[in-house]
């Protein structure tokens, strides 16, 4: 029997919808039996269909069971049904691999139609493999993976195409993948997509930005911007370097979390005493949820600095840098008071580090991410004396924006006091920049007298 697509009836669709619901899958099946030109309708205010909801829960016996109500030419209909944002039931990234192999073994069993056979609405991708279609927004199912986070289906996937490079954008805004996932903070799946192609690195969004200019600007994932309590600093401490999991295939195997690529592999060189430490931290976490939580940002802060070093060991945009113009100091005749924090009209027209002008290492030295600095200055120790289109240094962007443990870590360099005495393009030099309260952010009470007092503090330190 063929099924021609109808649409949809919510309230036919209310006594299935309470169905799937609750679980009560003998009263779902016999619905769909009963009503077999559902399967093919919309279930949902988002247009899914019961097969959609159905593979994204993971039950693999039911998704069987509806596909096989069906005959091969709305088999193959089903598995192409796009929602209202035009994503097939792979576009879920939430899908389990399991679930992904079922799909593609039916669609791979399946004779292709023919003609009239094919569905008009389905005419334009007729012999599109499910796997090359893409959503409103030109997503494939590998790039949605990404973006969802699933490493594991990602791996799946890519393992079932012969071109990756076809994947790596979509067509909406051609945002590489590797930039979608890094986006979205999955830094596992980034590691991985690295490691697949490195060039992915070089790509740039339509800003003109790199992934590590825009990891440069996420401070957060780094364990230099984020912020605890007394308490909290000592459980992070404490808490093991990696956090170990029991591998759901193998109860008696521990596995470990590889930060490089982001995948578990297996230890079986793990002390016990490391055992111990990382099973008595697990029974503390099921009964106390700010562990689990410390315990996820501690990974997060992990894979964001490995992530970091691998795009660093990759960048050389502090290669390019623009040279000081010759113009008048006003170092010497400056004077440090209330009177004149702003009394020049141009004292405050640098340009906000959040462009692709800027590079990481600026970007980074302004949102005072440590990780990133360091590394760059390790690799690169001449990258110091880059100099910003508008003539900012390192030196400028710490004063600036008052990241005072990257104006420490500058001050151990030699070349510190010769980029004190650089202008920028203003005619601004370090001093001024301590005087400017535009980017102004105070960690104290509020009120003038505070930030007056840090400003002299960082006059001091710049004096010494």
């Not at 992990?302 to 000081?324: E, G, I, P, T």
């Not at 240094?393 to 010769?418: F, G, P, S």
């Not at 930030?451 to 960082?458: A, D, F, I």
Request: with cysteine.
């Amino acid at each position: 029997m063929e099924i021609d697509e109808a649409s949809c009836d919510f309230h036919k669709m209310r006594k299935p919808q309470r169905d799937l619901e609750k679980g009560d899958w003998e009263s779902l099946m016999k619905f769909f039996q009963e009503h077999k030109k559902a399967v093919l309708e919309s279930f949902d205010f988002s247009a899914n269909t019961v097969i959609y909801r159905v593979a994204a829960l993971k039950k693999s016996q039911i998704l069987r069971n509806l596909l096989d109500m069906l005959s091969p030419r709305d088999q193959w209909h089903a598995l192409r049904i796009k929602n209202v944002h035009g994503n097939t039931i792979l576009h879920n990234g939430e899908l389990s691999v399991e679930i992904a192999k079922i799909i593609l073994e039916y669609e791979k069993e399946l004779p292709r139609p023919m003609g009239k056979q094919i569905y008009p609405q389905q005419q334009e991708k007729k012999y599109l493999p499910l796997l090359e279609i893409r959503n409103a927004k030109g997503e494939t199912p590998i790039y949605r993976a990404a973006l969802d986070g699933n490493l594991k289906l990602l791996k799946y996937f890519t393992n079932q195409v012969v071109d990756l490079k076809m994947h790596y954008h979509r067509n909406q805004d051609k945002l590489s993948i590797l930039h979608a996932s890094v986006s979205a903070g999955y830094f596992a799946v980034a590691l991985w997509l690295l490691k697949m192609d490195s060039a992915l690195a070089n790509e740039k969004d339509d800003n003109g930005c790199t992934c590590l200019q825009l990891l440069s600007t996420m401070p957060i994932v780094f364990r230099s911007g984020t912020t605890f309590g007394a308490i909290e600093k000592l459980i992070y401490k404490f808490l093991p370097e990696f956090p170990y999991n029991v591998d759901d295939d193998d109860d008696n195997n521990i596995m470990v979390r590889d930060i490089e690529t982001g995948e578990n592999i297996r230890k079986h060189h793990i002390s016990v005493l490391s055992r111990i430490n990382s099973t008595i931290w697990k029974w503390l976490a099921e009964g106390w949820d700010a562990i689990e939580i410390i315990c996820t940002i501690k990974m997060i802060n992990k894979l964001a600095a490995v992530l970091a070093d691998v795009l660093v060991q990759k960048d050389n945009s502090w290669k390019k840098s623009f040279h000081y113009k010759q113009r008048p100091t006003k170092v010497s005749t400056a004077t440090f008071s209330p009177s004149n924090v702003s009394s020049e009209p141009d004292r405050d027209k640098q340009y906000t580090p959040s462009d692709s002008d800027y590079t990481p290492l600026l970007l980074a030295a302004a949102k005072g991410i440590v990780e990133i600095v360091e590394r760059i200055l390790e690799l690169y120790p001449e990258a110091i004396n880059h100099v910003s289109k508008d003539e900012l240094n390192i030196l400028h962007v710490a004063v600036i924006y008052r990241q005072k443990k990257i104006y420490q870590i500058v001050k151990k360099y030699e070349a510190c006091k010769a980029l004190s005495h650089r202008l920028a393009s203003n005619g601004n030099s370090v001093l001024h920049q301590v005087g400017s309260m535009k980017f102004y952010r105070g960690t104290h009470e509020a009120g003038i007298a505070y930030q007056l007092q840090e400003e002299l503090h960082w006059f001091h330190e710049r004096n010494l």
